[in-house]
């Protein structure tokens, strides 16, 4: 997908970026952006609300000699409305219910004797009834924006997710090629002038390639992408183990949970994918079970030590993988050095049997 793709399905999901800007710029977007300062504090609200409830009676008594009569709720409504929509739904409800007393004690009682009647009862019910509508419509409203404004989050926190995704993938897929054409280049060099070596250097080729896409699936499948490393690498190992067709072998892994991002995640897994395969190759020729273990340890600061041990036949007296050219080594060194370590091989407590790497590396 590209880049404008993505754009345009999030233009999708979340509604035209043109028109959703329009909305936000218009005069009532603007207060209501204006009051959500206000609506957060924890106590100004409130204090605010009785402050409008306060100007509201005193305006109505500055007006009451010009008003004729029957007008007592005149400054009252607009001090409910203003009080919800700036400061909430409890200051609002504050406000009306001081308006609704304020309104019968000085302006609808002493007309009446300070009685209750029919008269008075159906001013105030009518009082109280437009100003719940009024209070429950500015409430919703801006339950509305706040849910808008949480979507638009939402949105935008999922656009750059994807963008960022869509980047990785791209640098990814472009290291990989990359790692790919090496490695055949690789194979070729060792193919030289053996034309009959070719076959068993592309089902090599063809192997490893095969090894590259299974650690991507697993990189790239959410259910393990918060696994602990340990969990990860034993899934790695079986998979591998079972995919070599090899049976009777079985795998451990011992490791704390790693600080790994996704590119030093695909270099460690291919680094183990590549010791693993070896391992599986050449130490269980003719055996019938054999165990593999995966040992990581830390290592002062982010540095870790890494060891990949078998128990397998080990290797010839005098052999020396420090020193050989083989395609499998080089390509396990490079591995390692793309992770800042080195790779040696290490001394097995049984000297005669299995063979054990050990991978230095710092995480940076």
Known sequence: MSDGAARQRVSETSGDPVAREGVDRSFFWSLVRAAQPLRRHPWLPDAVGVAMFGFALALRFAVDSVLPPGFPFLT????????????????????????????????????????????????????????????TLIHFTFNAADRLRREKETTARLYETQRTMFQELQHRVA???????????????????????????????????D????IHRQLYAPERLDLPTDQYLSQLCCDLVT?????????????????????????????????????????????????ISITVL????????????????GLPPGADLSR????????????????????????????SRGTAVRVQFTLV
């Open 324 to 351: 050989s050219d083989g395609l499998g080594w080089r390509i396990i060194q490079s591995l390692a050095s793309q992770l800042g370590g080195k790779v040696e091989l290490a001394t097995r407590v049984e000297p």
């Open 298 to 313: 830390a290592n002062g600061g982010k540095g870790y030590e890494m060891t990949i041990a078998d128990d397998g036949r």
């Open 175 to 209: 290291n990989n090629m990359q790692f790919v054409a090496a490695l055949l280049s690789l194979q070729k060099r060792k193919v030289g002038q053996d034309a009959r070596q070719a076959i068993t250097a592309l089902d090599e080729a063809r192997s490893r390639l």
């Open 76 to 135: 009252f409504f607009p001090a409910v409305i203003l009080t919800t929509f700036f400061c909430g739904l409890r200051p609002g409800i504050t406000c009306a219910v001081l308006s609704t007393f304020a309104a019968w004690f000085f302006f609808i009682g002493p007309a009446n004797g300070m009685r209750i009647d029919g008269q008075s009862l159906l001013a105030l019910g009518f009082f109280v009834v437009i100003a719940a509508i009024d209070i």
């Open 243 to 291: 995919a070599s067709g090899t049976p009777g072998i079985g795998c451990t892994v011992d490791a704390p949970n790693l600080p790994l991002n996704v590119a030093q995640l695909t270099t460690l897994s291919m680094l183990v994918a590549e010791i693993v395969t070896n391992s599986l190759k050449h130490a269980f020729v003719g055996a019938e079970s054999g165990m």
């Open 211 to 214: 090894t590259i896409a299974r």
